[in-house]
């Protein structure tokens, strides 16, 4: 699939591309010298940010095979956030186009700037700093939502909850971070993302949501929040990979471990306050009646 706004399948140019200089010294006068990557896996968050110290079959593996599954962890997060940012940089140029007021046209340029810099730092400690494609089913609903050109099913969907979603994300990404200098990247972020949260927030206020756009933002955050109720899967694959294929009695006693229910059940009630406002009354309705912000059972979580 071609993701025009999120760019995911876009290519990088050649090292030896004279493009790559000058976005460089742009860059530097923008945020100063970006390191240049890092070589060799690093372990930026450690098995307690995973809740992977509670896990039996973790804690009883070796040292080595522990490196491993939290290497791969690792490097999970960082690739989303790559993704993330490089996505972010599209939908707000998208968003100079559709803006109709001179600051929000001006707003939406310095944001997608923002995203910019975001996508250089976070590639620096990235051991493959150049990715062209994922398989991340979160992403994939991302780039579908990005490509609509129904400007309220983006500013809700996109700028008001996911960046919101974003924003609660990297603080607690940058609270755990073992790194000095990645932390203090996650943390600059920060402000950057409250103020793109923000510009949704306001921006939502002033538009109505007409009944078919409702339909559309239901379905969407129904797919978003199942990916949500479904716990740590991404943490369960990444053991899989090291210690081999677990049994469904292993899988459930590892979400068990994992805290998986009362782990979903925070994000759904962090969403579930992003997506509530005034005019979004009927979609909370409607998602509550699905059983769209209650957490999986670790049973459930198994056969997703
Ligand atoms: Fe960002
Ligand atoms: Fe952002």
New binding site residues.
Partial sequence: MNYKITGFDIPHTSKEDKLRRILDSALESKIGKIKPSITGNLIYWNAEHFDLHKVEIFTASTPEEQTIILELCNQTLLEEAYF??KA?IGYMAKMVMLAETTEERMLYALFSA??VT?LAQISSFLTNPELVSTNNAFLHLLADVAETSDKSVLIFVLQVILEGW?LTHYRNLAKNCQHTELKAVLQS?LE??SR?HATGVRLCEQISIEHQTQKTIIEILASFLQMVQVGPQGVVTAVEQVLGSLSRQQKITVFQQLGAESHSSTRLNLLRNLITNPQTTAIVQELEERNAFTPFSPQQCTTS
């Fill in positions: 993330i940012e972010g923002d995203e975001h974003g972020f950057d993302e793109h």
